[in-house]
């Protein structure tokens, strides 16, 4: 079973930057798509952006004009640039890996934005 692994957390201050990876242990084409989630405290978790394995991009409300997804096929790696951050980004941040009849997570990591 391929592994995903998230890191590039941390703790940034609001209108920060921070660049999150997501690491496959295996080829990253035996999905078809990746995407990022978050989950902040007491809320659900709530899709961010999505790229699919012809680079394909999708962002939703939280992420527009603020969020790059993008992905690195050589090392297997798919990254979300976050720029301008704001406290309500604090959560932990997901990636999946999504094929047709699969999905793994990731184990998370906890991006927090001070005011």
């Known amino acids: 079973q391929v592994q995903l692994m998230e890191s590039g957390g941390g703790l940034v201050q609001a209108g920060g930057s921070l660049k999150l990876s997501c690491a496959a242990s295996?080829?990253?084409?035996?999905?078809?798509?990746v995407a990022w989630y978050r989950q902040a405290p007491g809320k659900q978790r709530e899709l961010v952006a999505t790229?699919?394995?012809?680079?394909?991009?999708n962002y939703f409300d939280s992420a527009k004009g603020r969020f790059t997804i993008s992905r690195d096929n050589a090392k297997n790696t798919v990254y979300l640039q976050m720029n301008g951050l704001k406290p309500e980004d604090t959560a932990v941040y997901y990636c999946?890996?999504?094929?047709?009849?699969?999905?793994?997570w990731g184990q998370g990591t906890q991006v927090t934005v001070s005011s």
């Open positions: 295996d080829s990253i084409f035996k999905y078809a798509a």
């Open positions: 790229i699919t394995s012809r680079g394909y991009t």
């Open positions: 999946k890996g999504v094929a047709t009849s699969y999905d793994h």
